[in-house]
């Protein structure tokens, strides 16, 4: 069945530093892929997509490309700040048409002035 | 922005009781779904709802749980009998096309988060 292993957390970093999540995942098909933020104590924001292999999706200074021969789709911002501090999630976008969503753990990110 | 809205945002129940979580997708949005994370662990699919009926629901969503859309702006999850293992955070989302052969950004509200005890 699909799934999306992400990297564990907690992952402490400095304001500036430069922040990896790492995201792999198994399906059939053509998923979509997906980063979610999580900011203490809200919902699910969506904070960037791909639909398709080699896409780039990209949003407030994340980024993040769908690699399908490796089947990845690692999250990197080149520069975080406090304001970042969130727990973000790995989501896989099936291919059935209800599309349900699978998610990974989730990596909550930490960052200190 | 349009966005989904969830209410309320923190029920407290007895075990037992039965619980209606309430949510209004984004207006011309067609599929819905729940889902639920438990403190702690990952976001679970629950069940996804599409023109009035249950299109698909995962093996968490047994026979205590119940979904309705019984207007059309409201989207809710029933409960019938919480158990403790219910707690957790409840959140709905919705869509407006169909996947195909490629799946669409789901919006999801707030949540709602359940506490049984």
Same mark, same amino acid.
């Given at each position: 069945?699909?799934?999306?292993?992400?990297?564990?957390?907690?992952?402490?970093?400095?304001?500036?530093a430069?922040?990896?999540?790492?995201?792999?995942?198994?399906?059939?098909?053509?998923?979509?892929?997906?980063?979610?933020v999580?900011?203490?104590?809200?919902?699910?924001?969506?904070?960037l997509?791909?639909?398709?292999?080699?896409?780039?999706?990209?949003?407030?200074?994340?980024?993040?490309?769908?690699?399908?021969?490796t089947?990845?789709?690692?999250?990197?911002?080149?520069?975080?700040?406090?304001?970042?501090?969130?727990?973000?999630?790995?989501?896989?976008?099936?291919?059935?048409?209800?599309?349900?969503?699978?998610?990974?753990?989730?990596?909550?990110?930490?960052?200190?002035? | 922005?349009?966005?989904?809205?969830?209410?309320?945002?923190?029920?407290?129940?007895?075990? /037992?009781?039965?619980? $209606?979580?309430?949510?209004?997708p984004?207006? &011309?949005?067609?599929?819905?779904?729940?889902y639920?994370q438990? +403190? /702690?662990?990952?976001?679970?699919f629950?069940?996804?709802?599409? &023109? &009035?009926? $249950?299109?698909e629901?995962?093996?968490?969503?047994?026979?205590?749980?119940?979904?309705?859309?019984?207007? /059309?702006? &409201?989207?809710?999850?029933?409960?019938?009998?919480?158990?403790?293992?219910?707690?957790?955070?409840?959140?709905?989302?919705?869509?407006?096309?169909? /996947?195909?052969?490629?799946?669409d950004?789901?919006?999801?509200?707030?949540?709602?988060? +359940?506490?049984?005890?």
């Open positions: 069945g699909n799934s999306v292993t992400q990297m564990e957390g907690p992952v402490t970093l400095s304001e500036e430069f922040l990896t999540i790492n995201c792999t995942y198994t399906a059939t098909g053509y998923p979509s892929l997906f980063w979610y999580q900011y203490p104590g809200e919902g699910l924001q969506l904070l997509k791909a639909t398709k292999a080699d896409d780039k999706g990209s949003n407030k200074g994340f980024e993040a490309t769908y690699r399908k021969e089947t990845s789709f690692h999250l990197e911002k080149g520069s975080v700040q406090v304001s970042d501090s969130a727990v973000y999630f790995c989501a896989l976008g099936t291919t059935d048409s209800w599309g349900k969503f699978q998610f990974g753990a989730g990596t909550q990110v930490v960052v200190t002035p | 922005e349009p966005e989904v809205t969830q209410t309320p945002s923190h029920q407290v129940t007895q075990m /037992g009781q039965e619980v $209606i979580l309430r949510c209004v984004i207006s &011309n949005h067609l599929y819905f779904y729940w639920r438990i +403190l /702690g662990q990952k976001v679970e629950l069940v996804s709802f599409y &023109n &009035n009926e $249950i299109s629901k995962s093996e968490i969503f047994d026979d205590q749980f119940s979904v309705e859309r019984p207007d /059309g702006s &409201n989207f809710t999850l029933k409960i019938r009998s919480t158990k403790l293992e219910d707690s957790a955070m409840y959140f709905c989302a919705s869509k407006r096309t169909s /996947g195909g052969a490629r799946a950004t789901q919006y999801f509200g707030p949540g709602t988060r +359940l506490t049984v005890l």
